[in-house]
């Protein structure tokens, strides 16, 4: 998973799902709001498939107030979450190549659930330790369900290592550096501080110093520089956001108001509840479920990146 293939797939999603538009990252939009939980969603009322689960817990943390530490943004949790299912998964699967950990003398009759239920709970153990009680409730409820013997052990020691393996590759990947001071220029085109909040300092000013999770590097895929404020191009399109972007528009369409409100939010959760929801539409497998969590999840991860890395690099005029 980790070759040029499964790279160029990753890419692509990230391309064509998630844009560079992710991620007013610490914001929420309405629903989000009024949707906050205090509690991991309850897998004793019926069989869920493990990795959907997971991912449902994992919403719920980073929607519960200041459990997301400020500066590491949530796509890297769930980036290394879904790796970790999906590389302990696949190393009883044997399906596709590893993204980063390969396992030898896995038995193929280990449980997959197992795998998938220990190295996602290991994981957010170890990212929200503040969790750790009903991280082990939700292991134990989806354990439990799993018929005991030793294919059920096994998977569970696979899950565990895998995710021992993969949060110590990420432990210097840079996410937990200090945001890089930003200077205000004073030159008309220089960026200032965004409306409404108007905060001090512009968010994530490190994200293009965070290893990546797939691409090569973060600016691999940069893009150029903004139009001159002198142009056409530049008076049109500021014109077209000023006209249909403010609040209470007169020029937008219904359905363009609506679409701004929707996505107002952290798209990447959006874009995980839709997954959940295709995910038990067509009735995924383990398996499956893990190879498209982790596509999707990498994806946004390096997304992110690359977003906070054009924004420096372009927008903030290289600082």
């Known amino acids: 998973m980790k070759g040029t293939y499964m790279s160029r797939i990753v890419i692509l999603f990230a391309l064509v799902c998630a844009g560079l538009s992710v991620l007013a990252s610490g914001s929420y939009s309405a629903r989000s709001k009024n949707k906050e939980h205090q509690e991991l969603p309850n897998s004793s009322t019926g069989p869920v498939n493990p990795v959907v689960q997971w991912n449902k817990a994992l919403l719920v943390i980073v929607r519960t107030p200041k459990a997301q530490p400020a500066t590491i943004h949530p796509t890297r949790s769930f980036a290394i979450m879904h790796a970790s299912i999906y590389d302990a998964v696949n190393a009883i699967d044997r399906t596709h190549k590893p993204y980063l950990v390969r396992l030898t003398g896995v038995s193929r009759f280990a449980s997959e659930d197992a795998a998938a239920d220990a190295a996602a709970h290991a994981v957010l153990v170890a990212l929200y330790p503040n969790f ?91 893009p150029g520089p903004p139009p001159a404020l002198s142009s056409d191009t530049y008076t049109d399109v500021l014109n077209e956001v000023k006209s249909l972007g403010i609040a209470g528009s007169t020029t937008a369409t219904s359905d363009q108001a609506l679409t701004g409100r929707f996505w107002n939010g952290a798209i990447q959760n959006y874009w995980n509840e839709i997954a959940q929801t295709a995910a038990v539409m067509h009735n995924l497998t383990t398996a499956q479920n893990a190879r498209l969590f982790a596509q999707l999840n990498l994806a946004f991860a390096d997304d992110v990146i690359a977003f906070y890395d054009a924004n420096t690099r372009i927008t903030f005029g290289g600082q």
């Open 132 to 222: 750790q009680t009903t991280l082990d409730a939700e292991l134990q409820q989806l354990l439990v369900q799993i018929p005991d013997g030793a294919d059920k052990v096994e998977g569970v020691t696979i899950g565990q290592t895998v995710a021992e393996r993969i949060l110590a590759l990420r432990s210097n990947d840079g996410s937990g550096n200090a945001p890089i001071p930003f200077n205000f220029g004073i030159v008309p085109g220089d960026y200032q501080s965004t409306p409404p909040n108007f905060p001090k300092q512009p968010q994530f000013t490190h994200g293009s110093h965070v290893t990546p999770f797939a691409l090569e590097r973060a600016n691999q895929f940069r």
